[in-house]
């Protein structure tokens, strides 16, 4: 009977010892596998902060791309402007040339008309 309780015994701390063993693969086992996933978690941020940084640099670089392309097409239209504008400038400053040629021509022409007809009516009154 002392036998037969001592093996009960005996076997009920084994089980136990079973059961707690196997708690504790158990623990580890859960401790490792969530482990593995904070790895994967913290791989999968990495990759993805790597991706936002290199996406980043990629919208950045194409905005000064764009913007030295708006500045290059800003100063061509400016060079444009400034060209238009002093041919223009030309163009009005030989008109103004022009007219006053014309001015002095016509004067002249009158003061010559004006000398003929005075010549002419001196010379009738003389007559």
Same mark, same amino acid.
């Given at each position: 009977? /002392?036998?037969?309780?001592?093996?009960?015994?005996? !076997?009920?701390?084994?089980?136990?010892?079973?059961?707690?063993?196997?708690?504790?693969?158990?623990?580890?086992?859960?401790?490792?596998? !969530?482990?593995?996933?904070?790895?994967?978690?913290?791989?999968?941020?990495?990759?993805?902060? &790597?991706n936002m940084k290199f996406d980043r640099a990629e919208v950045e670089q194409k905005a000064r791309a764009d913007a030295?392309? !708006?500045?290059?097409?800003?100063? =061509?239209?400016?060079?444009?402007?400034?060209? &238009?504008?002093? #041919?223009?400038? /030309?163009?009005? !400053? &030989?008109?103004? #040339?022009?007219?006053?040629?014309?001015?002095? =021509?016509?004067?002249?022409?009158?003061?010559?008309?004006?000398?003929?007809?005075?010549?002419?009516?001196?010379?009738?009154?003389?007559?």
């Amino acid at each position: 009977m /002392i036998n037969s309780k001592f093996f009960k015994e005996r !076997e009920e701390l084994e089980n136990q010892k079973i059961k707690c063993e196997e708690r504790v693969q158990k623990a580890v086992a859960d401790v490792n596998n !969530e482990l593995i996933q904070i790895k994967n978690v913290t791989f999968a941020l990495r990759d993805e902060m &790597e991706n936002m940084k290199f996406d980043r640099a990629e919208v950045e670089q194409k905005a000064r791309a764009d913007a030295n392309a !708006e500045i290059a097409q800003l100063k =061509d239209t400016v060079n444009a402007l400034r060209d &238009e504008l002093e #041919q223009n400038t /030309i163009k009005h !400053e &030989e008109k103004i #040339q022009k007219l006053k040629r014309h001015a002095h =021509d016509e004067q002249k022409d009158l003061k010559e008309m004006i000398a003929s007809l005075r010549d002419q009516l001196e010379g009738h009154d003389g007559n």
